[in-house]
T-cell receptor, first 113, second 113 residues
Framework: GAGVSQSPRYKVAKRGQDVALRCDPI?????LFWYQQALGQGPEFLTY????????KSGLPSDRFFAERPEGSVSTLKIQRTQQEDSAVYLC???????????FGPGTRLTVL | GDSVTQMEGPVTLSEEAFLTINCTYTATGYPSLFWYVQYPGEGLQLLLKATKADDKGSNKGFEATYRKETTSFHLEKGSVQVSDSAVYFCALSGGNTGNQFYFGTGTSLTVIP
């Protein structure tokens, strides 16, 4: 596609619910990243894939957060038992290869009530 | 660890004024430096980048020079327009910590006619 797409754009969840956020990277991009952007802050790294391999998940804040990219293209970020502090914009980015410029999707705004 | 510090906002300027947004970084290795812009309601867009010391990135009238001696990457524009109103993020990538991005907290710019 023309750019990175994410869905849904907005998600409201009740505390304790599970959510799944989808990212469609630019076709052919090997690297895929997830970031969390709290209100008024810069994005913070969550995890990184190269093809289907999750090479770095050091930024995931707890074991309630899980990400996958089973076929090396679309990725899903799953948050189990959501908490209010999970409310943020979740950004996905992709790059052609390691070290190349990252292109960001529009983000999913998650609100946990 | 790697980090980016950018000047706090918000910044309000009159149209055609000169803009400087300061950014300094801490990194091991030889990172690349970036400025991203986030227009209201949109995702992060790459504005410009520089990959090595003394490189100057430029785009849409904006410029930033990678200064290793002062560990800085200040964003400048000679004459801002109303359409430049956005949040600007300084970021680095590719130091010794791999391909993930480290972002500053963002600087909100409002340009008034």
């Amino acid at each position: 596609g023309a750019g990175v797409s994410q869905s849904p754009r907005y998600k409201v969840a009740k505390r304790g619910q599970d959510v799944a956020l989808r990212c469609d990277p630019i076709s052919g991009h090997v690297s895929l990243f997830w970031y969390q952007q709290a209100l008024g802050q810069g994005p913070e790294f969550l995890t990184y894939f190269q093809n289907e391999a999750q090479l770095d998940k050091s930024g995931l804040p707890s074991d309630r957060f899980f990400a996958e990219r089973p076929e090396g293209s679309v990725s899903t970020l799953k948050i189990q038992r959501t908490q209010q502090e999970d409310s943020a914009v979740y950004l996905c980015a992709s790059s052609l290869a390691w070290g190349d410029t990252q292109y960001f999707g529009p983000g999913t705004r998650l609100t946990v009530l | 660890g790697d980090s980016v510090t950018q000047m706090e906002g918000p910044v309000t300027l009159s149209e055609e004024a000169f803009l400087t947004i300061n950014c300094t970084y801490t990194a091991t290795g030889y990172p690349s430096l970036f400025w991203y812009v986030q227009y209201p309601g949109e995702g992060l867009q790459l504005l410009l980048k520089a990959t090595k010391a003394d490189d100057k990135g430029s785009n849409k009238g904006f410029e930033a020079t990678y200064r290793k001696e002062t560990t800085s990457f200040h964003l400048e524009k000679g004459s801002v327009q109303v359409s430049d109103s956005a949040v600007y993020f300084c970021a680095l990538s590719g130091g010794n910590t791999g391909n993930q991005f480290y972002f500053g907290t963002g600087t909100s710019l409002t340009v008034i006619p």
